[in-house]
């Protein structure tokens, strides 16, 4: 479909991914694209860094993740074919329209046809893809090949960090710091898969969170918890840095069942924009569910306001 765009000079290539070097490639694929738009036309390399460790955990890059490249080598796109299934496809923006989008779908159905040709029941559901609420480019595309709204929609929060960051307050005996690392792994992950499971975002193993940690961007310091006097790790925040656009992301944001509404979560949270906009960020963002009335308050409560709406669109 013609989007409006003229031909870039040259002619794509594409290939699957390889090896780290193109992981860095997508980041900066990212970066840039939000360096010439705004803040939600691209998602924050801390969405591509947990997407890229699900698709790692679960099945492999080398055949999930396929790349787009001009004809110096740069790279121009990328797509990732997910479980569930999901679909997400992210193009430079002097290439977007241009017949790349079509080519990564093309891709994703073709591999899905045969993922489920091998496991019907695992790949069998809709292909799930999504927009942001204002890029009516992306809609009209997903709607023109077959894509419609599903009911799921995030709303995209930021919070600016020019002012005096509040210091957390938490219950008696309750501790924030970093994650201590490889002495504590079993326990970080156990705190991740008890707040995300049944979904499949819960299931990873300490192994699996060990070699989060080792992924370009990873910082071990915006890896913030609140641990309890017995050492629970009642609440935790992985922050993630954008330093081209000066902006930081949560995700995932979680908090233990027996441990909710005691300020342990908004603690977390204020300690690690602190350590944010001690390197650099000027903002920060974080999703979560329109109808996660609670996560809204909490966000809200934090300083951060609602910009934009992200809507999922499904094809049978």
Known sequence: MNLDHPQPAGKWTSRLYETEADLLQMQGLLMEGRSQTNDWHYPHIGDLNFWFFMVACHLSPQEFIRLWQDDEGKLVAYAILGEDPTFDCQVLPEYEGCGIEAEALAWAESRLTELIQQDAHRWGGRLISGARQDD??????????????GEYAEVNMICALDGVIPEAVVPAGCLVRSFAGESEL??????????WRPW???????????ALMTLPGYDRQLDVLAVTADGVIAAYVNGWI?????????????ALSSYRRQGLTKAVLLECMAR???????????STGVSNDPGLRLYESAGFKIINEYHEYGKE
């Open 186 to 195: 079993s326990n970080r992950a156990d705190a991740h898969r008890e707040v």
């Open 276 to 286: 944010m906009k001690k390197r650099g960020m000027k903002r920060v963002s974080v």
């Open 200 to 210: 499949t975002v819960g299931n990873v193993s300490d192994d699996d969170y060990a």
């Open 136 to 149: 009516v480019k992306r809609i009209s595309f997903l709607e023109a090949h077959g894509f419609q709204r």
């Open 242 to 254: 954008d330093p081209v656009n000066r902006i930081g992301d949560f995700g995932p944001v979680g």
